[in-house]
Structures are given as structure tokens and as C-alpha cells.
Nanobody, 118 residues
Framework: QVQLVQSGGGLVQPGDSVRLSCEVS????????MGWFRQAPGKNREFVGS???????YYSDPSEGRFTVSRDNGKNTGYLQVISLKPEDTAEYYC????????????WGQGTRVTVSS
């Protein structure tokens, strides 16, 4: 079956950077787009960014500039890097897979918590 196993995150200080990983098994990762989402306490889940099978990336706010999504098909792993972390970035972060050419996310990671606090 499909598994998305997330790693990274934890407690970080404002201004720090973090890189989250999402390793995929059970599917050919190269055929899927990977999206990243987050859900802050008391808020709805929101889209952060995605990297498609073509390598093209999309972001909820391209002008924001602190988020970078990427992928390594050879390692079956996608990444989300966040720089200059702010307390409002505190959230549960999720990766997800959608079939190439679509934005319908079928498979989800277990989530990883990022807490930004001094």
C-alpha cells in the first residue's frame, strides 16, 4: 500500500529554518505531484505549495518567498523548506500525493509538527 512517511520538524526558534521530508513507498513517486499543507491550531488546513512531476512548483503565496518545495525522484522523497520561521508558522505540516496532472490529493502523510517559539 502507499505510505508517506514524514520527518523533520520539532521545536525551532524564530528566524530558524526547517526542512521537512516526505518519503514515499508503494507507488512510483515520479508519477505523482506532491503537495504540502499545514494546519495551525484552531484553523483550517491550508495549502502551502506543491511540486509537480514536471518539477514545476506552485505556492499559495509566491511573493512570500520563505517556502521552497522540491523533490528527489531517485530517493522517492519530497521536501518542504521554510526559512525565517515565525511563530505563526507553528502548525502540523502534511505532505500529500496527487496523480500527475491533477490537484486531487489521494494519499497523505502522517503529519509533522513544527513549533516556532523562543
Amino acid at each position: 500500500q502507499v505510505q508517506l512517511v514524514q520527518s523533520g520538524g520539532g521545536l525551532v526558534q524564530p528566524g530558524d529554518s526547517v526542512r521537512l521530508s516526505c518519503e514515499v513507498s508503494g507507488r512510483s513517486f515520479s508519477m505523482y505531484n506532491m503537495g504540502w499543507f499545514r494546519q495551525a491550531p484552531g484553523k483550517n488546513r491550508e495549502f502551502v505549495g506543491s511540486v509537480w512531476t514536471t518539477g514545476k512548483t506552485y505556492y499559495s503565496d509566491p511573493s512570500e518567498g520563505r517556502f521552497t518545495v522540491s523533490r528527489d525522484n531517485g530517493k522517492n522523497t519530497g521536501y518542504l523548506q521554510v526559512i525565517s520561521l515565525k511563530p505563526e508558522d507553528t502548525a502540523e505540516y502534511y505532505c500529500a500525493l496527487a496523480r500527475g496532472g491533477t490537484s486531487t490529493y489521494e494519499y497523505w502523510g502522517q503529519g509533522t509538527r513544527v513549533t516556532v517559539s523562543s
